[in-house]
């Protein structure tokens, strides 16, 4: 049973995995410090109030913390966003399919090799 929890975490995946969740959560702080000390103060100048996290209501006992659901938000659409143009660079950069001109030229069509195979059956027959 060790040896297959050594292959199970010795495969790529699983370190790749390891390594997303860490530099995710590091990305996450650094969202977070952008969101909280330079975006919400940009924001709470239009709307008077410097700190979103502190807006609130309440209805008889309940309180209701909207500005920290703002805040979450917030860094949501920075998070999705950045990641988006990530994924969309990384596309760019690393194709793994070639280019249609490449492929043509590379592999021949299906019935072009059949054709081909023809064309030599009926040579090495008329030899005969």
Known sequence: MIEEFKTFIARGNVIDLAVGVIIGSAFTAIVKSLTDYLINPLIGIFLGKIDLSNLKFTIGEATFKYGAFLNAVINFFIVAIVVFFMVKIINRVV??????????????????????????????????
């Open 95 to 128: 194709r793994t399919e070639p280019a249609d001109d490449e492929e043509d030229e590379a592999t021949p069509d299906l019935s072009e090799q059949y054709l081909s195979e023809i064309r030599d059956l009926l040579k090495e027959q008329a030899k005969k």
